[in-house]
């Protein structure tokens, strides 16, 4: 089968993630797979390289112009499945089999931002999913909202499906030593966006006691190019002398082995699809910490471990329970994550899926 992946970029984000993962899943099947993309940014194209995964870039400023030249690549290319993540992207693919095509199309929705509701032009890409064989989104949360914009989605193109984990990779570290330097860690993979939280949880570290707060270390990896949420939650960093607390890092492909090297896993957003570095954290059998959005309460049994991200003092709460935990509670509380991931995010199964609807 001939596969065309379609996205924005190849930058850090989890959307770009998963594609990679499936694209990666679909060529260790026999299948022929190639990427389309109008961003320069190549984060995950090393990736693709390692897997003799061909990438073509359109580099086009104007967006009409962009639209048009997709949609004459797209069409040209007698490819057999196209499978497109991001609503912009979506949105192309869609326009590109107008007035016809031979082509499965399938469109992957990956957020659960409540702005989906109130923007006419998000609420307007999603009306254009008539025109998909199916549309897969990673969280039910998330196909509530769509559902809720577009009643007219037959249920026959609506699926769910979890995002992939690589298990060889997220797994548990050996001979791992908890606790170093009597401090719980935490990493956090994730873009600094307003999304993602980083005040809120700045201020709810500030409410913790001296001695908690000796406790614990926050190691965050990921982009800070996207608005001034780090600059912003530095300050108030600066301001409550919580910087031997906090460490930045620019994301990195090795994040597995940040993870490992962590007692925890943790994730504060506003809003989220299904994050991957929570799928990721219970493969690697971590704890994970986490905001009560989208489909997180069904992954983490734990309720103590979420909170609301609106609420300082809930996010408070739930670092103070995990700064009790004992060696034999991290060990638990891991095991039963991994477990679940296990039985979750399985890459055979979900490539396999994909296959299915390519195939329908």
């Known amino acids: 089968m001939k596969i065309l992946c379609v996205i924005d970029s190849l930058g850090s984000g989890g959307a770009q993630r998963q594609l990679v993962n499936l694209a990666v899943g679909f060529k260790e099947k026999g ?14 194209k090393e990736v693709l390289d390692e897997n003799d995964i061909p990438v073509h870039e359109i580099i086009e400023p104007n967006y009409l112009k962009r639209l048009f030249k997709m ?14 993540f991001l609503e912009a992207a979506n949105f192309i693919c869609e326009i590109a089999g107008l007035p016809w095509r031979k082509w499965k199309l399938v469109v992957g929705e990956r957020s659960a931002n409540p702005a989906i509701l109130k923007s006419f032009k998000l609420r307007a890409y999603r009306w254009f999913h008539i025109f998909a064989d199916h549309v897969v989104a990673n969280s039910y949360e998330n196909f509530k909202m769509v559902r809720q914009i577009n009643p007219l989605l037959p249920n026959k193109k609506c ?10 990779n997220w797994k548990p570290a050996k001979n791992y030593a908890h606790f170093k330097n009597n401090k719980l860690r935490i990493v956090i993979a994730a873009s600094h966006r307003y999304q993602k939280n980083l005040k809120g949880l700045v201020k709810a570290v500030n409410l913790l006691s001296p001695e908690e707060k000796n406790r614990l270390e926050i190691f965050w990896y990921g982009e800070s190019n996207h608005d001034n949420s780090k600059f912003d939650s530095q300050q108030i960093i600066d301001k409550y002398g919580l910087n031997i607390i906090f460490s930045f890092f620019k994301p990195t492909l090795n994040i597995h082995e940040k993870v490992q090297k962590a ?15 929570v799928c990721e954290g219970m493969a690697a059998g971590k704890p994970v910490i986490a905001s009560r959005v989208s489909d997180v309460p069904l992954l983490i049994s734990n309720n103590n471990l979420l909170s609301n991200p609106l609420s300082i003092d ?22 039963r994550n991994r477990l679940k991931a296990a039985s979750l995010f399985n890459k055979e199964n979900i490539v396999s899926n994909y296959l299915n609807l390519f195939s329908k």
């Open 314 to 335: 809930s996010i408070a709460k739930s670092l103070k329970y995990l700064l009790q935990f004992t060696l034999v509670d991290l060990t638990v509380e891991g095991n």
């Open 31 to 44: 299948h022929d797979v190639s990427f389309l993309v109008y961003h320069s940014i190549n984060f995950f």
């Open 71 to 84: 949609r004459r690549y797209i069409r040209c290319g007698d490819y057999d499945s196209v499978l497109s």
């Open 159 to 168: 699926h769910v499906i979890y995002n992939i984990v690589d298990f060889e």
């Open 263 to 277: 007692d925890a896993v943790g994730l504060f957003s506003l809003y989220e699809g299904l994050p991957n570095t």
